[in-house]
């Protein structure tokens, strides 16, 4: 039944290994299907002024909602556990040491590509659409574009792709992430202690250094929690859970985050609880969605499996097209007095136009730049032209 689901058949992802993980990818559905929301949910919050008749369910549905944007939190989790792979099978399976100047050059083909034009193609738009001045664009877009933007110009927003600031985040883990996977060279319970001592140590300074300057520094905890799944994984050593407790216990991990309340609306004195209680129960959802016999199949079904697997496209597309579709339907549309049907019906919208332009964005722009090779292929095909003309 769930292969009849697979309408996206051609837009499998490309990968450069056999060790290819279907449930990854439904986390990265998942994670971006969070994202998706949560800025839908504020963009309504902030646009949508009329009074409905179920009132008290807008505001319930904004306040929770709106914690979706912890799908970043997962997608870090994400990054930690998939580039730690290579380099823990490395050490702990004695396979092939992977070459730093190949992974770096792989990060660098893979990503930049779309990224690039991305950024180069909103900052077009917005300058002529006389959003902001061209010299104010062109500070912006050089900050982006050398990954430095939260660096240069701290507690401000990103002008031209307000959610990369996560990717900046990314980008410096990417720069440090070869060499703090030395730590699978330890022992196994050195390392894993190594591992989880470094995640409760990365909170408690957190709490403690406070900065409007956004860094890899208050995030590292997620990535050294994907190590820590990544070391699980590769040596075998968890436990499965039955179905009978995966179940709902995945479930009620999802509300639970759902039901975390925004970072800045803590109370100091809270952080530490609040950051323990947020990373613990990624810990049970990840756990169960790489470990659980039910989770692995719910999320290896080709239509959720092929949809995580754009999640980097719908991540570069998805906000633009909330600003440009969203104002038009929720300040001049109204379907319904009640909220919830109106919502509804936004969200469907809004949905199915971000995954229909993102899977465009993916199929013509991020899936070529999956092959290892491919600006190899583009080089020889340019010097083939070039040597036929003379």
């Known amino acids: 039944m769930f292969k009849k689901l697979n309408f996206f058949s051609g837009l499998k992802r490309i990968t450069t290994s056999n060790n290819y993980i279907p449930e990854i990818d439904g986390i990265r559905f998942v994670a971006i299907i969070l994202v998706v929301l949560h800025h839908i949910s504020a963009y309504n919050e902030a646009k949508d002024l009329y009074t409905y008749k179920d009132q008290y369910l807008k505001v319930f549905i904004e306040k929770y909602l709106i914690a979706g944007h912890f799908g970043v939190e997962i997608f870090f989790v994400l990054s930690g556990f998939i580039l730690s792979m290579p380099f823990a099978s490395h050490f702990l399976l004695k396979t092939e040491i992977p070459l730093l100047k190949k992974f770096y050059i792989r990060r660098l083909t893979r990503l930049e590509p779309p990224y690039i034009l991305m950024i180069t193609f909103l900052g077009i738009m917005l300058f002529s659409m006389h959003k902001y001045s061209g010299v104010v664009l062109l500070k912006s877009y050089f900050a982006s574009l050398t990954y430095a933007h939260l660096l240069i110009y701290p507690g401000t927003a990103i002008l031209i792709n307000g959610v990369a600031w996560s990717l900046e985040v990314e980008f410096q883990f990417y720069m440090i992430a070869p060499f703090l996977c030395y730590v699978f060279a330890l022992s196994k319970y050195l390392r894993r202690v190594f591992i989880i001592v470094g995640i409760v140590l990365l909170i408690i300074l957190q709490s403690v250094l406070l900065t409007k300057i956004v860094f890899l520094f208050y995030y590292l905890q997620y990535f050294l929690l994907g190590f820590l799944l990544t070391d699980f994984?590769?040596?075998?050593?968890?436990?499965?859970?039955?179905?009978?407790?995966?179940?709902?216990?995945?479930?009620?991990?999802?509300?639970?985050?759902?039901?975390?309340?925004?970072?800045?609306?803590?109370?100091?004195?809270?952080?530490?609880?609040?950051?323990?209680?947020?990373?613990?129960?990624?810990?049970?959802?990840?756990?169960?969605?790489?470990?659980?016999?039910?989770?692995?199949?719910?999320?290896?079904?080709?239509?959720?499996?092929?949809?995580?697997?754009?999640?980097?496209?719908?991540?570069?597309?998805?906000?633009?097209?909330?600003?440009?579709?969203?104002?038009?339907?929720?300040?001049?549309?109204?379907?319904?007095?009640?909220?919830?049907?109106?919502?509804?019906?936004?969200?469907?919208?809004?949905?199915?136009?971000?995954?229909?332009?993102?899977?465009?964005?993916?199929?013509?722009?991020?899936?070529?730049?999956?092959?290892?090779?491919?600006?190899?292929?583009?080089?020889?095909?340019?010097?083939?032209?070039?040597?036929?003309?003379?």
């Open 233 to 390: 994984y590769i040596t075998k050593d968890y436990k499965s859970i039955k179905n009978i407790v995966s179940i709902p216990l995945g479930i009620l991990s999802i509300l639970c985050i759902l039901c975390i309340p925004h970072e800045k609306t803590i109370n100091p004195h809270d952080f530490l609880i609040y950051k323990f209680y947020l990373i613990a129960l990624i810990f049970v959802f990840f756990y169960l969605a790489i470990f659980s016999s039910f989770w692995k199949k719910v999320l290896s079904i080709p239509f959720v499996s092929t949809v995580g697997g754009m999640c980097y496209s719908i991540y570069l597309i998805h906000f633009p097209v909330i600003n440009f579709l969203g104002k038009p339907l929720i300040t001049k549309l109204h379907f319904s007095n009640y909220f919830f049907i109106n919502y509804l019906i936004i969200n469907i919208i809004l949905l199915i136009a971000i995954l229909f332009v993102s899977a465009f964005f993916y199929k013509k722009i991020e899936r070529p730049c999956m092959k290892a090779d491919w600006y190899l292929v583009l080089w020889n095909r340019f010097k083939n032209r070039n040597t036929q003309t003379i």
